[in-house]
């Protein structure tokens, strides 16, 4: 194992001035869906209740609590509708050693039953998430008289958005003839 020295050039204060002159970057925002936006706004309001709450606490030194249920509720929508994204965007954690050594025929049969067991996965997920809410449709949050049925039609909502996700991806990979699995380094500069 070689160690390199990192060199480091002196910039003057007028050269550290002009970087700033150059135009930034383009920004496109087509790259982000409808549910991106909607996880966003959750998310600032989770943001705005864990402030809230803290300022409270430690500011007032008389804590809401109803700040804590709200912010827990807005994390379980955060965490599902941020899925959501991943899975559009095939950014959720697997495992592809086997893809760098097996031959690509058989690399593209197990990509295309990964996003075959994907697709049944979350209609699976879907359908439990609706008998789920049959069973407590009447419940209410413990410190806020609002229904849970808002939770649960976030968590549904975002099932069903990751199984058509995962269908969309199933057929992106079927036209484009690999997936990420099998070509990650495809993948790298896509969204960057």
Known sequence: MSVTQEIHTQVTPEELAHTFDEAPADVDL??????????????????????????????LNNSYAWTEEIAVNCLIGVVFLGSVMCVRM???IQVDVLYHYLPARVTRVMATIVDLV???????GS??????????????????????????????????LMFLRSIQVFVANMRRGYSVLERPEAFQNAED
């Open 118 to 124: 994907r697709i049944g996965f979350f209609a699976y």
């Open 127 to 160: 359908w439990l998430m609706w008998r789920y809410m049959e069973i407590v449709a009447d419940e209410e949050m413990v410190t806020v008289a609002l229904p849970r049925n808002i939770v649960f039609y976030t968590v549904l909502a975002a099932f069903v």
């Open 30 to 59: 087509k790259v982000y869906a409808f549910e991106d936006w909607v996880t966003l706004g959750i998310f600032w309001l989770m943001t705005g209740c864990v402030f809230l709450q803290f300022f409270t606490r430690y500011v």
């Open 90 to 92: 095939s950014r959720h």
